[in-house]
């Protein structure tokens, strides 16, 4: 999936292909940005970065590359990686009630390429991915705060299923 662009002074060849290796250092600091930024929407609770999480979330989308079942797509504007989305077909899940579907487990742009129409190429790209694989739905879960993401994904017909609820045990006022 490929995309022509002069909008923004400057001529982009965007592509939207499946990472390889070679994206691996790319995808990790993009990795680490996704997790900074859900800790920076609710520190008590999503993870922190840490200074080795870009080499920790590379090696374990590295484990993803070969499996069939799984897409971990790239948007590349010129050989440099701008985003990234990595989306898995899963079968009956009885704990979330829900029966075989595609899950988009991430998507990221990098925030200097953001509103120009990345995320959506990256979006579908992951849903081409599941219907090539007769995938019958597509879930997914964004944090409360990311209502840039939730726009896109209500945008492109996706529709609230499930409301997480995270009580802290260890807060005085719980």
């Given at each position: 999936m490929q995309s022509e662009n002069t909008e923004f002074g400057y001529q982009t060849?965007?592509?939207?292909?499946?990472?390889?290796?070679?994206?691996?250092?790319?995808?990790?600091?993009?990795?680490?940005?996704?997790?900074?930024?859900?800790?920076?929407?609710?520190?008590?609770?999503?993870?922190?970065?840490?200074?080795?999480?870009?080499?920790?979330?590379?090696?374990?989308?590295?484990?993803?590359?070969?499996?069939?079942?799984?897409?971990?797509?790239?948007?590349?504007?010129?050989?440099?990686?701008?985003?990234?989305?990595?989306?898995?077909?899963?079968g009956y899940d009885y704990m979330m009630l829900r029966g075989p579907a595609g899950v988009l487990h991430d998507i990221i742009v990098d925030p200097e390429y953001r509103g120009r129409g990345v995320g959506?190429?990256?979006?579908?790209?992951?849903?081409?991915?599941?219907?090539?694989?007769?995938?019958?739905?597509?879930?997914?879960a964004t944090a409360e705060r990311n209502e840039a993401a939730q726009r896109l994904f209500a945008s492109m017909g996706f529709r609230r299923t499930m409301i997480e609820m995270t009580l802290e045990l260890d807060d005085p006022a719980s």
């Amino acid at each position: 999936m490929q995309s022509e662009n002069t909008e923004f002074g400057y001529q982009t060849r965007l592509i939207v292909r499946r990472a390889t290796p070679a994206d691996l250092p790319r995808i990790g600091r993009l990795g680490a940005l996704l997790i900074k930024e859900h800790y920076d929407f609710d520190p008590q609770r999503f993870l922190p970065a840490r200074p080795g999480t870009p080499e920790g979330y590379a090696s374990f989308i590295g484990t993803q590359l070969e499996d069939q079942d799984k897409a971990v797509l790239v948007a590349d504007d010129n050989g440099n990686v701008i985003g990234y989305a990595y989306a898995a077909i899963e079968g009956y899940d009885y704990m979330m009630l829900r029966g075989p579907a595609g899950v988009l487990h991430d998507i990221i742009v990098d925030p200097e390429y953001r509103g120009r129409g990345v995320g959506r190429l990256l979006l579908n790209a992951s849903l081409a991915f599941f219907r090539s694989h007769g995938v019958p739905r597509v879930v997914l879960a964004t944090a409360e705060r990311n209502e840039a993401a939730q726009r896109l994904f209500a945008s492109m017909g996706f529709r609230r299923t499930m409301i997480e609820m995270t009580l802290e045990l260890d807060d005085p006022a719980s």
